[in-house]
C-alpha cells in the first residue's frame, strides 16, 4: 500500500515538474526572460505558486534544470556514438546534433540566444571537446596532441557557433541543411563549397 502511494506521488511530481518546465518554455516564446514571473508560470501551468515553490526556489532554478536536461539528451546520445568510426566522416555527428536541437527547437532557440558565452554553450562545447579529442586520440588519423587539442577546438567551437547563428537569425535556411553544411565544411572544408 505505502508503495503504491509513494508511486502516485512521484508521478505527480513528475507531472507538475513537466507542467511547469512547459509552462515556462512557451513563456520564453512570448516574452523576455527578464520580464517571465513565477506567477506568469504558475498561472500558464494552471498551479498555485506555492505549489511552483514546492518544486523550484525561482525561475534561476527551472532554467538550470531545463539546460541540464538537454545536455543530459546531448551526453547519451553521444555515448551511444562511435566516435572513433564518425571521426573520418563526422556527418552522423551533425544528424544527432540536429536531430536533439529539431526536437527541443523553442528551448535551444531561447538557450542559444542568451549570448555566446551562456552556462549551457559552455557545457556543450566542453562536452564536443572532450569526445572529439577522445576519439581522436583513439584513431590513427590525428597523432600529435597539439593538432587534436587544434582539430577538437575548432569543429566543436565552429559548431556551436553555427548553430547559435542559425538560432538567431531569421532562419530561413532549415536546420538540417545547416547542419548537413556545417558537416560537408568539418570534413572537406572550403573546397567543397567553391566552384572551381
Given amino acids: 500500500m505505502n508503495h503504491a502511494k509513494t508511486?502516485?506521488?512521484?508521478?505527480?511530481?513528475?507531472?507538475?515538474?513537466?507542467?511547469i518546465?512547459?509552462?515556462?518554455?512557451?513563456?520564453?516564446?512570448?516574452?523576455?526572460?527578464?520580464?517571465?514571473?513565477?506567477?506568469?508560470?504558475?498561472?500558464?501551468?494552471?498551479i498555485d505558486r506555492k505549489t511552483l515553490y514546492n518544486h523550484y526556489n525561482g525561475i534561476y532554478e527551472i532554467r538550470d534544470e531545463l539546460e541540464n536536461d538537454l545536455i543530459e539528451l546531448l551526453e547519451q546520445a553521444i555515448k551511444e556514438l562511435d566516435f572513433e568510426k564518425n571521426v573520418k566522416n563526422p556527418q552522423h555527428i551533425f544528424e544527432i546534433?540536429?536531430?536533439?536541437?529539431?526536437?527541443?527547437?523553442?528551448?535551444?532557440g531561447y538557450l542559444m540566444k542568451m549570448n555566446a558565452h551562456s552556462h549551457i554553450v559552455r557545457k556543450i562545447?566542453?562536452?564536443?571537446k572532450s569526445k572529439l579529442k577522445e576519439a581522436m586520440k583513439q584513431s590513427t588519423v590525428?597523432?600529435?596532441t597539439q593538432n587534436i587539442d587544434l582539430c577538437a577546438d575548432f569543429i566543436a567551437s565552429g559548431l556551436l557557433s553555427v548553430y547559435q547563428n542559425w538560432f538567431n537569425s531569421d532562419r530561413s535556411a532549415p536546420l538540417k541543411e545547416v547542419s548537413i553544411n556545417a558537416g560537408r565544411l568539418v570534413i572537406y572544408g572550403?573546397?567543397?563549397?567553391?566552384?572551381?
Avoid: P, Q, W, Y
Fill in 97 to 108: 546534433l540536429n536531430d536533439i536541437l529539431s526536437t527541443n527547437l523553442e528551448l535551444c
Fill in 142 to 144: 590525428i597523432t600529435s
Fill in 21 to 46: 518546465k512547459n509552462a515556462f518554455i512557451k513563456l520564453l516564446s512570448e516574452k523576455d526572460f527578464n520580464d517571465i514571473t513565477v506567477k506568469n508560470i504558475a498561472d500558464e501551468a494552471d
Fill in 125 to 128: 562545447d566542453g562536452l564536443l
Fill in 190 to 196: 572550403l573546397k567543397d563549397f567553391t566552384d572551381l
Fill in 7 to 19: 508511486e502516485k506521488h512521484d508521478r505527480r511530481i513528475v507531472k507538475t515538474k513537466r507542467a
